[in-house]
C-alpha cells in the first residue's frame, strides 16, 4: 500500500513556465485535496475535490487549477507561475462523512522554486 | 503554543521528560480535532484525535485534553524520545455547506535533547 503519492518531489520553474503536480492515492479516498506550506503560516488549502469529476476552490486557489478526472488522481496545475508560488505543496486524502475518520493523509510533498 | 507569524514555536526538552505541546483553535463549532506530527522532509502525519463531546482522550504515550471553554487543545507525550522531534500542528475539522473544512495551526517544533 503506497498511500498518496505525489510526483515530482523537487523542481525548478522560471516565472512565467507552467507545470502539473501529480498526486496518486490507493486507498479509495473520495476526499482529496491540495495545500501549500510556508513558513510561519501553516498549510493553506488551495483546491479540493469531494470526488471524481469535482474540484472546488480553498483559502487560496488565485493562480491554481485542478483536475479530478479519476477518483484516485488529483492533479494541480500552474499556468504561469509566479515567484510568490514558491512553496512546499502536500497533496492528502481522506474518506468522507462524520461516520468514518476523517484524519487526512498526506503525501510527502513537493518542493518548488519559481525564479 | 502556536501562534500566527514567522517564528515557529520551539520546545525543547530533555530525553525521558514529559511534553506538552499547545494549541488555539478559532472556531467555536469546531468538532473535531486533530494533532499532526511533521518530520523534517516529510508530509504531516496523524497521531492522534479528538471530538468535541470528549475532553480527553489518550493513544500510545501521547495524550489530548480539550478545553471548549477557552478553545484550547493540548498534545501530552509522555517520556519524549529522540524520534519525536518534529514540528506538530493541530488542526480543527468543522463541517460547512455539507462538507469537511480543516484548519491548520502554524506548528511548534519540539526538540529532544539527549
Known amino acids: 500500500n503506497a498511500g498518496v503519492t505525489q510526483t515530482p518531489k523537487f523542481r525548478v520553474l522560471k516565472t512565467g513556465q507552467s507545470m502539473t503536480l501529480l498526486c496518486a492515492q490507493d486507498m479509495n479516498h473520495e476526499y482529496m485535496y491540495w495545500y501549500r506550506q510556508d513558513p510561519g503560516m501553516g498549510l493553506r488549502l488551495i483546491h479540493y475535490s469531494v470526488g471524481e469529476g469535482t474540484t472546488a476552490k480553498g483559502e487560496v486557489p488565485d493562480g491554481y487549477n485542478v483536475s479530478r478526472l479519476k477518483k484516485q488522481n488529483f492533479l494541480l496545475g500552474l499556468e504561469s507561475a509566479a515567484p510568490s508560488q514558491t512553496s512546499v505543496y502536500f497533496c492528502?486524502?481522506?474518506?468522507?462523512?462524520?461516520?468514518?475518520?476523517?484524519?487526512?493523509?498526506f503525501g510527502s510533498g513537493t518542493q518548488l522554486s519559481v525564479l | 503554543g502556536e501562534s500566527v507569524g514567522l517564528h515557529l514555536p520551539t520546545l525543547s526538552v530533555q530525553e525521558g521528560d514529559n511534553s506538552i505541546i499547545n494549541c488555539a483553535y478559532s472556531?467555536?463549532?469546531?468538532?473535531?480535532f486533530i494533532w499532526y506530527k511533521q518530520e523534517s522532509g516529510k508530509g504531516p502525519q496523524f497521531i492522534i484525535d479528538?471530538?468535541?463531546?470528549?475532553d480527553k482522550r489518550q493513544g500510545q504515550r501521547v495524550t489530548v485534553l480539550l478545553n471548549k471553554t477557552v478553545k484550547h487543545l493540548s498534545l501530552q507525550i509522555a517520556a519524549t524520545q529522540p524520534g519525536d522531534s518534529a514540528v506538530y500542528f493541530c488542526a480543527e475539522n468543522f463541517y460547512s455547506g455539507g462538507y469537511q473544512k480543516v484548519t491548520f495551526g502554524t506548528g511548534t517544533k519540539l526538540q529532544v535533547i539527549p
Open positions: 492528502a486524502s481522506s474518506p468522507p462523512g462524520r461516520a468514518t475518520n476523517e484524519k487526512l493523509f
Open positions: 479528538i471530538r468535541s463531546n470528549m
Open positions: 472556531n467555536s463549532a469546531s468538532d473535531y
